[in-house]
């Protein structure tokens, strides 16, 4: 079946240093594949998406390419935040059902 | 992107009682509505989908009978955890999908926190 992986948490950067939470999928066919983010206490929100392979969602300076040969979709930023602390999670969907999540991962920065 | 409501935003009721939590789509009609439970620390686990106008179909392992799904119309779906104990306790978020714009996408509730006493 159709599944999702992501890198075990907790990241913990620096104000301004680059980031890279890795996600790797399982799923026959073309699925969206997305980023979805958690702080505390919230819901999630989209934070970017991908419908295509070789398709770049990005959104308040994260990226995602969608790579159909290493069945890959890793979350980058070139420079975070404190703001962006929260936990971060990589999902698939296809043909309309419902979301396949990965466990989710923790990211922590400081100032 | 389109905008999901839920209410109560947070909830302690006493052993034994019935919770009523709702999701509501703002700004799209909604054919479809997924009803997550989440533990501290951990991902969303599917409880059900919710579709308009039918029964809602449940994850293996979840009670239909305790957690009761309505979806009477299209911007309303409502989950009832019946005769709830501490077990219960967890946070609950609903999302909904706009079939009409992004059939793929689907925008989550902001979360409702049930704690049981």
């Known amino acids: 079946g159709n599944s999702v992986t992501q890198m075990e948490g907790p990241v913990t950067l620096s104000e301004e240093a680059f980031l890279t939470i890795n996600c790797t999928y399982t799923?026959?066919?073309?699925?969206?594949l997305f980023w979805y983010v958690q702080y505390p206490g919230e819901g999630l929100q989209l934070l970017l998406k991908?419908?295509?392979?070789?398709d770049k969602g990005s959104n308040k300076g994260f990226e995602a390419t969608y790579r159909k040969e290493t069945t890959s979709f890793h979350l980058e930023k070139g420079s975070v935040q404190v703001s962006d602390s929260a936990v971060y999670f990589c999902?698939?969907?296809?043909?309309?059902?419902?979301?396949?999540f990965g466990k989710g991962t923790t990211l922590s920065v400081s100032s | 992107g389109a905008v999901v409501s839920q209410h109560p935003s947070r909830v302690i009721c006493k052993s034994g009682t019935s919770v009523k939590i709702e999701c509501r789509s703002l700004?799209?009609?909604?054919?479809?509505m997924f009803w997550y439970r989440q533990f501290p620390k951990q991902s969303l686990m599917l409880m059900a989908t919710?579709?308009?106008?039918?029964?809602?179909?449940?994850e293996q392992g979840v009670e239909k009978d305790k957690f009761l799904i309505n979806h009477a119309s299209l911007t309303l779906s409502t989950l009832t955890v019946t005769s709830a104990h501490p077990e219960d306790s967890s946070f609950y978020i609903c999302?909904?999908?706009?079939?009409?714009?992004?059939?793929?996408?689907?925008?989550f509730g902001p979360g409702t926190r049930l704690t049981v006493l």
């Open positions: 999302s909904a999908r706009d079939p009409l714009r992004e059939p793929d996408t689907q925008y």
């Open positions: 799923a026959t066919g073309y699925p969206s």
């Open positions: 991908a419908t295509k392979a070789d």
């Open positions: 999902a698939l969907n296809q043909a309309g059902t419902a979301l396949i």
């Open positions: 700004d799209f009609q909604a054919t479809t």
């Open positions: 919710s579709n308009e106008g039918s029964k809602a179909t449940y």
